[in-house]
């Protein structure tokens, strides 16, 4: 049996939708200045993964880090991709948390700034940065529940330093 293993945020899980999900996030920022937010722009996707214990761990370029017990088996690989926007030139701190859904696990994030939790990122001159992410998606068989496509949580916390 093969799963389909998208990452949704905000989603509830076991519901699958036709687009991908976005996420808007708005964080109060320092006094006088813009608040942090947070946009989904690409929805994190594992492709199909196979009814059976392992771990794969998807990189930053919509590619295949690690698949140690061949649990992968085809569909389109692509990283999460989301935008934060704020102060010009502010530094924020980023974390990222997965979540453990009826034998599918989400963990060990990776970005483009760095494996969280990162502590000081920097936004550009206008006030924005593109963060690409990857994670490792841990599948439990005994547990897990065949079907078409699974939703997993997850949850990116940013801050102004």
């Known amino acids: 049996m093969n799963w389909t293993v998208r990452q949704a945020v905000g989603q509830p899980p076991g519901r699958a939708f036709a687009l991908p999900a976005l996420l808007l996030l708005t964080l109060a920022g320092p006094a006088g200045g813009a608040d942090l937010a947070i946009l989904e722009t690409v929805q994190m996707d594992f492709g199909a993964v196979l ?6 761990t998807l990189g930053l370029s919509d590619n295949l880090v690690a698949d140690p017990a061949g649990i992968h088996a ?10 934060i926007t704020g102060d010009p030139f502010a530094a924020f701190s980023l974390d990222i948390t997965g979540s453990d ?7 060990d994030f990776d970005t483009s700034v760095g494996q969280p939790p990162v502590l000081n990122a920097a936004l550009n001159g206008i006030g924005q940065l593109s963060v690409r992410f990857g994670a490792a998606l841990t599948v439990q068989a005994s547990r897990a529940d065949p079907g078409l496509d699974h939703l997993l949580a997850y949850t990116i916390t940013i801050n102004y330093n």
């Open 74 to 83: 085809g569909g389109v690989l692509t990283s999460g991709r989301f935008l």
């Open 101 to 107: 859904n009826d034998g599918l696990s989400l963990g």
């Open 51 to 56: 009814d059976r214990n392992g771990a794969l």
